[in-house]
């Protein structure tokens, strides 16, 4: 019972935070245009167009883009991995999705990541670090996590919510531009209290906005967990692999900022934890998946 009541927590806790970051995306382009025309709208207006414009370009080119940032082979055929393939096909026909497809980054520290924005175009990769690390139980643990990433459609949050805050960056930045080489007096309708805080957001809205991002990937992550204990019913397994990987000081070489929150852990290494980390805490992780 507490395993579900963890995944229903996860996913409401999941659509406020989602149901914040629009707002606050709307919130920085009638800043935007209230600095520089005294009215709030027509900025809400350009954000949502930038934004629908930005996400579908994202969202149409993510898996292979981000398989080439980290440079992940592809094995079109279970000869290639024997083991990984039956796991990965494992995993996914007890998951109820079609079978990912399978890649491999050659990189010694142990880690893996999902892409693809539904089911249907699901990809799974892991290192060769954590084939080597893990057992079989331990593999089937970490490609569960992954496995349910896809099916609970969290790569397509992730991607669109990293849009996101690429086009509040945009705004932002257009916002100060406009700002500082426009011409002539503010607008008599501006008040002067409005005109401050929406100096204040623009100026602050990239750094909020990757906090809200990163809120998102650490509640993800506990979903994931919950969703692979269900999958595997081992979630003792899953908390071994997580162990064995967050000790691993060495970061993963391939990885790249901006790909860091889809891996099972932090990459890069950087031990950071809070707002800023775009994973939770691996102790709370494990204390979670071991009272499951």
Same mark, same amino acid.
């Given at each position: 019972m507490l395993l579900y009541e963890q995944i229903q927590k996860n996913k409401r806790k999941t659509v406020l935070i989602v149901f914040v970051f629009i707002l606050f995306l709307l919130a920085v382009g009638a800043a935007f245009s209230y600095i520089n025309s005294g009215e709030?709208?027509?900025?809400?207006?350009? %954000?949502?167009?930038?934004?629908?414009?930005?996400? %579908?370009?994202?969202?149409?080119?993510?898996?292979?883009?981000v398989m080439r940032m980290n440079h992940a082979k592809e094995i079109k055929s279970v000869e290639e991995n024997r083991f990984l393939?039956?796991?990965?096909?494992?995993? =996914?026909?007890?998951?109820?999705?079609?079978?990912?497809?399978?890649?491999?980054?050659?990189?010694?520290?142990?880690?893996?990541? =999902?892409?693809?924005?539904?089911?249907?175009?699901? =990809?799974?990769?892991?290192?060769?670090?954590?084939?080597?690390?893990?057992?079989?139980?331990?593999?089937?643990?970490?490609?569960?996590?992954?496995?349910?990433?896809?099916?609970?459609?969290?790569?397509?949050?992730?991607?669109?919510?990293?849009?996101?805050?690429?086009?509040?960056?945009?705004?932002?930045?257009?916002?100060?531009?406009?700002m500082f080489?426009?011409?002539g007096g503010r607008n008599n309708k501006q008040s002067p209290v409005i005109l401050i805080i929406a100096l204040v957001l623009v100026i602050l809205a990239p750094i909020i906005a990757m906090m809200i991002n990163m809120a998102i990937s650490r509640n993800r992550e506990y979903l994931a967990d919950a969703s692979a204990a269900d999958l595997t019913r081992n979630p003792n397994a899953l908390a071994t692999a997580l162990e064995k990987i967050t000790g691993v000081s060495t970061p993963v070489r391939e990885a790249?900022?901006?790909?860091?929150?889809?891996?099972?852990?932090?990459?890069?290494?950087k031990k950071m934890s809070g707002l800023m980390s775009t994973h939770p805490d691996p102790q709370e992780r494990i204390r979670r998946l071991r009272e499951m």
């Open positions: 709030p709208f027509s900025g809400m207006i350009i %954000t949502v167009i930038i934004a629908a414009i930005y996400v %579908t370009i994202v969202l149409s080119s993510s898996t292979s883009m393939w039956h796991t990965v096909e494992n995993m =996914a026909m007890v998951a109820r999705i079609p079978m990912p497809r399978v890649f491999i980054v050659n990189d010694p520290s142990p880690n893996a990541f =999902a892409t693809g924005i539904s089911p249907k175009n699901g =990809a799974v990769a892991v290192t060769t670090g954590l084939m080597n690390e893990l057992n079989r139980e331990e593999m089937e643990g970490v490609i569960a996590h992954e496995v349910a990433h896809i099916k609970n459609y969290d790569v397509r949050l992730s991607t669109i919510a990293l849009a996101l805050v690429s086009v509040i960056a945009i705004i932002s930045d257009l916002g100060m531009r406009m080489f426009s011409r790249s900022g901006s790909s860091a929150p889809l891996y099972f852990a932090d990459p890069l290494k």
